[in-house]
């Protein structure tokens, strides 16, 4: 199917956010939908193939969702631009109208200006099953005739419909033909207009008015009201927390299971040697302590689209925007920095929505500080080697609470950052906010999946390719020089792994910085870890399986790891990790940018290095002066 | 935006008749149905607001409001938008029901 994205007549996608465009998309693409970058800006784009039954095929592109054609937002400009030709892209052959039946008069409001444009406009009147159960009836053949451009009333989400709009789309002949009558400025007088015809239009093809769904009313009474809905709030997030924590036990240990299966296998089908060496600990165990957590990263994309699909997390910028604008922020930079929780990328690309650009950078530069996803195999490491899991309140435990606080302190650093820099080099004026609350409604499953689907294969992607080839590379510096086998020979079997590292060039590396880390109470195989996973920080556990040797697949739950990490002792027998250390060990890990995809990311966000090398060098300073702050503060408090 | 009735006038009074004369989206309770009367609509954010539907003549209610006040939920053409008080200030309305 890939090769039929890239032929026949431009099909534009266009609609108001909230009109199911995208599931429409999804609809009539299905997968061979392509994802990117319009060329110059940010904005995302999606295109696709679609080929009607009569074997025509056509290129359809997903254009970004706008209220109106006067842009305010860089999407809503983009959208313009591409529709006026102005882009430097194919102008589009035929537009594609998404309209929600449910909010046909404000839906209409960019159909007017569409019909402007001089490109043919088809109209899809999507979610028909929606306004069907809200007992709205639309006389499809008046608006039609109302509107002057064909009408398919349809449902993205059930497929009714779509034969029809697919026969109207493939009538070429039948295409409206509009002239070119759109001016680039418009006055308030000519809005009002609009929405005059809009009037008259509905009222002819409707007799109903539409009204919020009462069982939106009634839950809204309830999610945003003024006490219980921060409390609501909350109780979701600290219950998503928990899940994740626990839910995903099960899966994990199947995972590990099969690593170690793996590892095991290779051994005993090659024999000792370097290349079983490699396999088995280099890649395998490396590549199997990241891939373990991919049941975490699934269930934070799954409770995440969960939340915008029912329409929740409209409810939560709505309930948020109070609080964000004490550190100078709106309640759209909500979304990013939640998105931030599962993974600082989507997060980071999430922030083309704030239409204010130094609310925009200011939010690209904390949303790095939220506790990602692949900070958890390192939280979880350390927390189980370390924390005691005493019950807190039945269904809470000291484990759990410690996640939580980690979640609760990446949040607070980030908004102390946002006050600092909205307070600093990037004040603005307070810009307006314009939140939209759909109705509440059941999740697509379809959407879930697809965005499960999309989030779970660029992650499995990832440890295939960077995190491989940082495991290949610490497998290398780890196993050369070859220690001297007959002084290895001598020492007790458990202890040559690590005599190995040690004489190593990662164990030389480790020592060339440990002065830097000692006053963070971090020994020089910490400071391997650490440095291994500057560029993805769920390297730490594979390169501590390796550093510690940790002979097979290692990862957070693995018991042996978990014992080395506890018997760990200095040259002079005291521990390693104490508690002070633990704790300065956490918070340098919930505070520093160690991620190389979240630069790039930046990077192409922002449009140059400055940015990057900025985030990287306040997120390291910030990272290194709390874990000793915090490291110093416990060692004083005697705990 | 308000002339000044007499020199004695205080600024209290003038604030008081000012209210009176210019009730604001703001100023109405959960509940409170109003008509729209007039927007700062040589702003591209009061156009916005006019391009969802917040339209002078158009009615609208306030659904809500969040915790501190702020924002407030409105609905207007049957779709529930949030919008900052501060923004909800520059909405000048007159109420059709005073809510529940």
């Not at chain 1, 409707?206 to 003024?226: E, F, G, K």
């Not at chain 1, 530069?365 to 506790?371: D, G, M, N, S």
């Not at chain 1, 490491?381 to 609470?401: E, K, M, N, Y």
């Not at chain 1, 440095?531 to 920080?537: D, I, T, Y």
Request: aromatic share 8%; proline share 5%; charged share 20%.
């Amino acid at each position: 199917m890939a090769a039929e994205t890239d032929i026949g007549p431009l099909i534009a996608l266009a609609g108001s956010p909230n009109t199911g465009k995208t599931t429409l998309f999804n609809r009539l693409t299905g997968l061979s939908k392509k994802v990117g970058n319009f060329p110059g800006v940010t904005v995302a784009r999606s295109e696709g193939g679609l080929r009607l039954p009569d074997g025509t095929s056509f290129r359809l592109l997903d254009l970004p969702g706008a209220y109106s054609l006067q842009a305010l937002s860089p999407e809503e400009r983009i959208a313009r631009q591409i529709l006026r030709g102005e882009s430097g892209e194919d102008r589009p052959d035929l537009v594609v109208a998404v309209v929600a039946a449910t909010q046909l008069s404000r839906n209409l409001f960019l159909v007017t200006q569409l019909k402007e444009l001089g490109i043919p406009v088809v109209v899809a009147l999507n979610m028909a099953d929606e306004a069907r159960s809200e007992g709205l009836q639309i006389r499809v053949e008046r608006l039609q005739e109302e509107l002057g451009l064909p009408v398919a009333s349809c449902s993205a989400r059930t497929g009714e419909g779509i034969d029809e709009l697919l026969r109207l789309i493939g009538d070429r002949g039948r295409w409206p033909r509009l002239p070119d009558t759109w001016q680039d400025s418009e006055a308030p007088e000519r809005i009002t207009e609009r929405y005059r015809d809009i009037r008259r239009i509905v009222g002819r093809s409707t007799a109903q008015r539409h009204q919020v769904p009462c069982s939106t009313v009634i839950l809204d009474r309830i999610l945003t009201h003024a006490v219980a809905g921060p409390l609501i709030f909350f109780g979701v997030m600290a219950l998503v927390f928990q899940s994740i924590f626990t839910w995903s036990g099960p899966a994990m240990d199947l995972i590990t299971a099969g690593f170690d299966g793996l590892s095991a296998a290779v051994l005993t089908l090659l024999g000792e040697g370097s290349l079983s060496d490699l396999l088995a600990s280099g890649v395998i165990a490396g590549v199997g302590s990241v891939l373990v957590f991919l049941p975490q990263i699934l269930l934070l994309f799954f409770f995440i689209s969960l939340l915008e699909e029912s329409g929740y997390m409209a409810r939560a910028a709505y309930l948020m925007d109070r609080l964000m604008g004490w550190v100078g922020l709106s309640g759209k930079s909500f979304l990013p920095l939640m998105s931030s929780a599962a993974c600082a990328i989507p997060g980071i690309m999430a922030t083309r929505t704030i239409e204010d650009s130094r609310d925009r950078l200011a939010t690209i530069l904390v949303a790095p500080l939220i506790t990602c996803s692949a900070r958890l195999p390192v939280y979880t490491l350390i927390i189980h080697a370390f924390i005691p899991a005493t019950p807190v309140w039945g269904i809470f435990d000291c484990r759990g609470l410690t996640l939580l606080t980690l979640y609760l302190g990446g949040i607070a650093s980030a908004f102390t950052m946002a006050f600092i820099f909205k307070r600093t080099f990037l004040k603005s004026k307070g810009t307006p906010l314009l939140i939209e609350m759909p109705s509440y409604r059941t999740p697509h499953w379809r959407n879930v999946g697809l965005e499960l689907w999309t989030h779970g294969r660029s992650f499995v992607e990832r440890a295939g390719s960077i995190i491989l080839a940082i495991c290949i590379l610490l497998w290398f510096l780890g196993a050369y020089p070859k220690a001297d086998p007959l002084a290895l020979r001598r020492l007790p079997p458990g202890e040559r792994a690590a005599a190995q590292i040690e004489q190593s060039l990662l164990g030389g590396i480790g020592r060339a910085i440990e002065p830097a880390l000692r006053p963070l109470g971090f020994d020089w195989k910490v400071g391997i870890g650490v440095l291994s996973s500057l560029a993805a920080r769920e390297v730490f556990v594979g390169t501590m399986g390796v550093v510690y040797g940790v002979g097979k697949a290692s990862d957070e739950n693995s018991e042996t790891l978990r014992e080395k990490f506890q018997n760990a002792r200095r040259p002079d027998g005291s521990k390693v990790f104490t508690f002070p250390v633990v704790l300065a060990l956490l918070t340098f890990y919930m505070l520093a940018c160690q991620c190389a995809a979240t630069l790039g990311v930046v990077r192409r966000e922002t449009g140059g290095w400055k940015w990057p090398i900025f985030l990287f060098a306040y997120m390291s300073a910030l990272a290194y002066a709390a874990a000793f702050l915090v490291r110093t503060g416990a060692t004083l408090a005697g705990w | 935006m308000v002339s000044h009735g007499g020199v004695s006038e205080t600024s209290r009074q003038s604030a008081v008749r000012a209210t009176q004369r210019h009730l604001t989206l703001a100023d109405i309770p959960v509940g409170g149905k109003v008509i729209i009367e007039s927007l700062p609509d040589r702003t591209a954010f009061g156009r916005r607001l006019m391009e969802i539907g917040l339209l002078p003549g158009n009615e609208a209610t306030v659904m809500g409001r969040a915790p501190l006040r702020d924002p407030i939920q409105v609905c207007v053409l049957g779709a529930l938008i949030a919008i900052r008080r501060s923004d909800a200030l520059t909405v000048h309305v007159s109420p059709l029901s005073n809510g529940r």
